[in-house]
């Protein structure tokens, strides 16, 4: 029976992936009107930290690329299973995605390489028996004793462990620091235990056509103007008023706008749904002769995270999470060609065409450089003339090897010329600047606050205990066993918050329980004792 919610409202703190699907269930799955649902972002454009933009003059940007997978992401692919596609007549987003996806199978044949150029064999993880007693015991030891560990606590006695392919390996495909949290390592280890045995190939990366924005965002967004939702853009949420007493009721949402300040009176039966954190919060851009400076001042999204939750209970702490830029930043560059002399170069290096290669790790970095050359185009606004690839490096604090100052000192021009000295392309460095249109470079000081150390309790539930009409939609809240830093986990925390607060009896999709699945764990288990090919 169709529900009725009369002229109830719902109001989205934060434009993010989160917001926009919560979005789209209330319309979908509660026949919530359009009109009634408000999404206030802060920026002048949705999306949140999957974005992609710039232009064939100026050149193009994305911050960051979100990896997909067609073997977990639950409720992202059932979500947008029913969003239309953009540019296919009567296909979904998914099916958009996967049928792209297998088109252009990703299969890394260049995944370490080490400073004399030489690309590793990386067939065997390069284990010694005290990591892999370290890696099974932290496999069955309980989170709840894991609060505020980090990694390098557990395997400070084997420091081997971080000498290993496997760490390099799973370090950058998922912007690990040996000081993140321990429990989040153990929590990927769980959810992505089928990949660990192909992680030397990542042949689990599931490809977008082109970069998130466009692939994704554009058309969530479209299919909710169509059910005539409100966007408020350039509304930065303040601070959030409760009613008295022990339930966590949201009575009132604050903001600034460029015509002043203002107030959101909700009533009886409205609902507040609030994105409180975001990793792209501060990003900073630069551009070829322009570094991209560190802005260390507390992010928009924490800091009405730390003003709720000192008025109430059981709201979650963010103080592990956006206290220290030194150990949650790392840099991204895009860089934008006339033509595809450089791609070519380094097709042939890698032995894989634009599109199936992944991460391409210069393992003895000091910056821990990692480049990712996409399907071309990866924008629908470049040229046929045009190439894109994208890189970065997660130790922004080292002076380069070739270039003698720290990443986040250098411009965009400095960073290429850093990469192209790795790839011992010394002999055409003039000819390859010669076609540079731009090289953006993306300073994030909070992109891998996620991955702080932490106790359980510092994220909150997506609907916290006592709650009437408030939840969070985040990286950092907390669902037990999925993980953060993905898609699946801003769609998954959406789904819970419309239907808890709704009352809706419909099933969320499970996390896919592989860790208990017999043929995967005996893959992990010979790949962790598998012995490199070359002695």
Known sequence: ????????????????????????????????????????????????????????????????????????????????????????????????????????????????????????????????????????????????????????????????????????????????????????????????????????????????????????????????????????????????????????????????????NGTIQLHEGDLCIVTNGCITDNATIGDLHKAAPLQVEKPMSGEIWSKIAAKKTGLGNPQPFFSNAEETNWESFTVTLKCDKLLKMIEKYSRNVPGSGALMTFKDSNWLMSIVVAAQPHFKAQPKDQTIFWGYGLYTDKVGDYVKKPMRECTGEEMLLELLHHLHFDDEIDSIMKDVINVIPAMMPYIDSHFQPRAMADRPKVVPEGSTNLAFISQFVEIPEDMVFTEEYSVRAARIAVYTLLGLDKKICPVTPHRYDVRTLLKALNTAHRESAVR
């Open 1 to 260: 029976m169709k529900k009725e919610y009369g002229n109830k409202q719902v109001y989205f703190v934060g434009g993010g992936l989160a917001s926009l699907a919560g979005a789209a269930y209330l319309v979908r799955d509660c026949d919530f009107k359009g009109e009634n649902i408000h999404v206030l972002e802060g920026m002048e454009i949705l999306g949140g930290s999957n974005d992609g933009a710039g232009d064939p003059q100026k050149g193009f940007v994305c911050r960051g690329g979100r990896m997909l997978n067609e073997e977990t992401y639950e409720n992202v692919w059932e979500l947008f299973s029913t969003i239309p596609s953009l540019e296919k007549s009567g296909m979904s987003v998914t099916d958009e995605i996967l049928e792209f996806d297998h088109a252009h199978p990703t299969h890394a044949n260049a995944r370490l390489i080490d400073k004399d150029g030489q690309i590793l064999d990386v067939m065997s993880m390069g284990f010694d028996n005290a990591d892999r007693m370290a890696m099974g015991k932290l496999m069955i030891t309980p989170e709840d004793q894991l609060d505020n560990l980090r990694i390098c606590d557990w395997f400070g006695q084997t420091p081997h462990f971080f000498e290993t392919n496997f760490w390099y390996m799973w370090q950058t495909t998922f912007a690990f620091q040996k000081w993140s949290s321990l429990f989040e390592f153990r929590r990927y280890m769980q959810r992505m235990i089928f990949e660990f045995s192909r992680i030397q190939t990542l042949e689990g990366v599931t490809r977008t056509t082109y970069n998130q924005y466009e692939s994704m965002i554009l058309p969530l967004k479209a299919y909710l103007d169509k059910a005539n939702v409100d966007f408020s853009l350039k509304i930065t949420v303040t601070d959030l008023d409760f009613e008295e007493g022990d339930d966590i009721t949201v009575t009132a949402i604050h903001y600034d706008s460029a015509e002043g």
